[in-house]
């Protein structure tokens, strides 16, 4: 089991930068797909990022593609959040999520990754709040 912990949420004005860290700990962190997640106030957790295979491909929802950036750093057990040009409708609690493949297979379908029931871990989550 691996354990997700999340960090750099804050406050931000509109326009501006975070970059989210999500540490995981254990080893072989490569056998994980990994994906970032919010929820807004009132509102189900949605979709946001995600990262997987070998050539570290991503996939970003409609409504941060161009402004978020995702990546890994393997030798940290590490995934990140850049998000760039943020917006006050970016405030919620931002979650990281891992997917085992050890329990999925190494062949995915990229919808599955869209849902929350396609991973099987999660952090407590990181608050980031965008002032107008």
């Known amino acids: 089991q691996v354990q997700l912990v999340e960090s750099g949420g804050g406050l931000v004005q509109a326009g501006g930068s975070l970059r989210l860290s999500c540490a995981a700990s254990g080893s072989n962190f490569r056998r994980y797909v990994m994906g970032w997640f919010r929820q807004a106030p009132g509102k189900d957790r949605e979709f946001v990022s995600t990262?997987?295979?070998?050539?570290?491909?991503?996939y970003y929802a409609d409504s941060v593609k161009g402004r978020f950036i995702i990546s890994r750093e393997d030798a940290k057990n590490t995934v990140y959040l850049q998000m760039n040009s943020l917006k006050p409708e970016d405030t919620a609690i931002y979650y990281c999520?891992?997917?085992?493949?050890?329990?999925?297979?190494?062949?995915?379908?990229?919808?599955?990754?869209?849902?929350?029931?396609?991973?099987?871990?999660w952090g407590q989550g990181t608050q980031v709040t965008v002032s107008s």
């Open positions: 990262i997987w295979g070998s050539s570290d491909s991503t």
């Open positions: 999520a891992a997917r085992d493949s050890f329990y999925h297979g190494d062949s995915l379908i990229v919808t599955d990754l869209l849902r929350t029931g396609g991973y099987d871990y």
